[in-house]
């Protein structure tokens, strides 16, 4: 029998030519998940907490992992709203836009950002500093409206709060 | 593992916590809060106090009163403090020692016999916030397992659907699908291999149930969905939940490891030949994902679109494999109807929607919090005797219930039980139990924009009345929003409503103009006064 022969070639390249390491670890999650197609979803997160966003390298590197076409791994990074192909700031500011945050204000909250710092839900500082983004209802509704703040969720906020709890990021770029 | 180890462990469990209980809400919602420092420092506090073998600090599942958190609870003499400080663990350590010497700290007491806790009936919530949910030796306490063992050793499947059948179960992820019609589908189906999955995937803006009882009693699901896997002949399962609850998911995984170490899950549960394996698959943020054929098209790796129905999942599902879908919230029921019976269950509720609900409620509410009150309470009574109306003396103008495939209930309808039925008339449905109440500040008009907005980007893009209607929807009500709208433009948004949910592909397109229909039938003049004169 060759099978067992067959089998070895699984992963296509040992490394990245680049030689970055990251490489390594989205192979190690790859290997753990036996190179099975239908793990596509959970190596994609894995990717982006490693890489911080899916790079168009990271997409190919998958798909030749996985050995699926790339217009496959595209589809499906581009189909679900946490996957992002862009990178991010380094902090991120997440409002909840919930039906219960929306109705106690949360729509208000983005709109105080938009004309204080000028950043609206998707969009990255110009230092790349801090991310603003906004979340279908994280659960929290009882806190509304809620603001995850690097992980950190933060709920009954207020313009202010949010103002201020943001200042530690924005460095000096804003007089 | 057989039952005499499962019982053993049970009583030396329950040993462990004859002390005094301390009780702090460990759910999302009270750690968002300080939750966790306040459980941290009331640990040290009470060793530092040398009270570290008469009382016992324990994080235990949501308390429900969301909105009055970071919430703590002291078991022996029926003591709840809201809103407590991690500066204030002193005083409830004082308190503890001495329970009438200090009288005035600025501690708040609740009253646990208040209306909101009161009304409650509890079944899916019977363990949350009474046990800690990381721990798989409180759950055995309370009798957990013990349903799983006796449908193994002392039922057939058949008798298991049997059971269902009698409860009347509906299933509580919206549709109101019979629970005991659908397992006895997928029971019949031939074939060796077949699946159970838990839809965990709680997409519903303004809703937490699923969330919270996952939070809090992760086991009671796990048990629910072997039951399940036994009655329908299912060897492995696949819990979908959303990758925005990371502390679920933490709690599911720890607990499945416990689990299998206990031989409770994995190959020959409690030494039989019975074999179940479950798996958590993370979504990644799509809403059409709760819709059962897109979620198992995500399970498989792929982008999470819908495909027509029929073969329906219990025929056809998981890699052409039949598939039983039920919610979070169905397979919570599972554990009370095998342990009470059908019977029991069925007694409970109304003739036509069997046992209680669960509903996140919030908004502009007094409490808000997590509830479970038996079907056929009426919106009147949760709203103002449980959740306290509006803050201020403000007015109930409607209540939002089913996410945006739902509507609203206006004020003057607020009498009216609480069932699949009569909400379907009133042109809103039960959904998975988000109950948004809305004061005389809010414009309805612009709650229906933020609901078809969140359709608009929310639509998989798979047929084109929902993928182009809800964006034309959208900008028909940008258009009254801005005084641009005409008596034109109001037909067009009815006649446009009407199309897209009579010829949508699935459940999102088919109910994305609820929240439009619903409020030009209660709120028409609201729209009309923003025609252009």
């Known amino acids: 029998m060759t099978v067992a022969t067959d089998r070895q070639t699984t992963p296509p390249s040992a490394a990245h030519p680049s030689g970055d390491k990251r490489f390594k670890v989205l192979d190690a999650t790859m290997k753990r998940n036996q190179f ?140 | 593992m057989d039952i005499k180890e499962l019982r053993e462990i049970a009583a030396k469990s329950r040993e462990k916590q004859a002390k005094i209980r301390i009780r702090c809400c460990s759910a999302a919602g009270c750690l968002s809060s300080e939750g966790e420092a306040v459980k941290k420092n009331l640990t040290t506090a009470i060793a530092e106090a040398g009270l570290g073998d008469k009382v016992e600090v324990c994080g235990v599942g949501c308390m429900k009163f969301c909105g009055r958190g970071p919430l703590v609870a002291v078991d022996d003499r029926n003591q709840l403090y809201e809103f407590v400080t991690p500066g204030q663990v002193g005083d409830i350590v004082k308190k503890l020692q001495e329970p009438d010497g200090i009288p005035e700290t600025g501690l708040i007491s609740g009253d646990p016999h208040h209306p909101f806790y009161a009304l409650q009936r509890n079944i899916v919530l019977e363990n949350s916030g009474q046990i800690d949910p990381e721990s798989i030796d409180e759950y055995i306490a309370l009798g957990g397992y013990e349903q799983l063992y006796k449908a193994i050793y002392e039922m057939t499947p058949e008798k298991v659907i049997t059971e269902m059948n009698k409860s009347g179960l509906r299933g509580r992820g919206g549709g109101g699908y019979p629970t005991g019609l659908k397992w006895a589908t997928v029971a019949k189906m031939p074939g060796q291999q077949k699946y159970v999955i838990c839809n965990a995937d709680e997409g519903d803006p303004g809703a937490f149930m699923d969330r919270s009882v996952l939070e809090s009693d992760p086991h009671r699901i796990l048990e629910g969905m072997a039951i399940a896997a036994y009655a329908v002949g299912a060897n492995h399962g696949y819990i979908y939940v959303r990758a925005e609850y990371p502390l679920a998911i933490q709690r599911l995984q720890k607990a499945i490891q416990q689990a299998k170490r206990y031989g409770l899950m994995g190959t020959q549960i409690f030494d039989s030949p019975i074999d179940f394996k479950v798996e958590i698959r993370v979504g990644a943020g799509a809403f059409v994902c709760g819709e059962e054929t897109a979620l198992i098209a995500s399970v498989e790796g792929k982008r999470g679109t819908p495909r027509p129905r029929p073969p329906y999942p219990a025929q056809s599902g998981l890699w052409a494999s039949p598939t039983l879908i039920n919610n979070v919230e169905t397979y919570a029921n599972v554990v009370p109807i095998i342990r009470e019976g059908g019977d029991w269950y069925g007694a409970i509720g109304t003739e036509k929607s069997k046992g209680t609900k669960v509903f996140a409620l919030t908004g502009k509410v007094e409490n808000a919090g997590l509830i479970e009150v038996p079907m056929g309470t009426t919106v009147r009574q949760v709203v103002q005797e449980m959740g306290g109306g509006v803050p201020d003396g403000g007015q109930v103008k409607a209540v939002q219930t089913g996410g945006p495939s739902g509507g609203c209930i206006p004020a003057d309808k607020l009498d009216t039980p609480i069932e699949y039925d009569t909400l379907l008339a009133l042109g809103t449905m039960m959904g998975s139990g988000g109950m948004i109440v809305m004061d005389e500040t809010t414009n309805m008009v612009d709650v229906a924009q933020f609901y078809m907005d969140f359709c608009k980007s929310e639509s998989c893009g798979k047929c084109i009345p929902c993928r182009a209607g809800t964006v034309q929807l959208y900008d028909l009500l940008t258009r009254f929003l801005e005084g641009e709208a005409t008596q034109e433009d109001l037909i067009k948004l009815e006649n446009l409503c009407h199309m897209v949910k009579e010829t949508s592909l699935c459940g999102l397109g088919m109910s994305a103009p609820n929240p439009v229909i619903s ?15």
């Open chain 2, 519 to 533: 409020t030009l039938r209660y709120f028409r003049h609201e729209y009309e006064e923003l025609l252009k004169a």
């Open chain 1, 36 to 175: 099975n197609q239908d793990a596509l979803i959970e190596i994609l997160h894995k990717a982006q907490e490693i890489f911080g966003y899916l790079e168009e390298d990271v997409l190919l590197y998958v798909a030749r992992g996985l050995k699926l076409p790339l217009s496959r791994v595209f589809g499906v990074a581009t189909f679900y709203h946490l996957f992002s192909l862009k990178p991010s700031g380094k902090h991120t500011c997440v409002v909840c836009l919930g039906t219960a945050c929306y109705v106690k204000g949360a729509g208000n909250l983005l709109k105080t950002l938009d004309q204080e710092i000028h950043l609206q839900p998707g969009e990255t500082t110009e230092d790349g500093q801090m991310s603003l983004v906004t979340a279908r209802c994280i659960g929290a509704c009882g806190i509304a409206p809620a603001v995850v703040y690097d992980g950190k969720v933060l709920g009954k906020q207020t313009d202010d709060a949010v103002l201020t709890a943001i200042q530690p990021w924005l460095g000096n770029t804003e007089v």
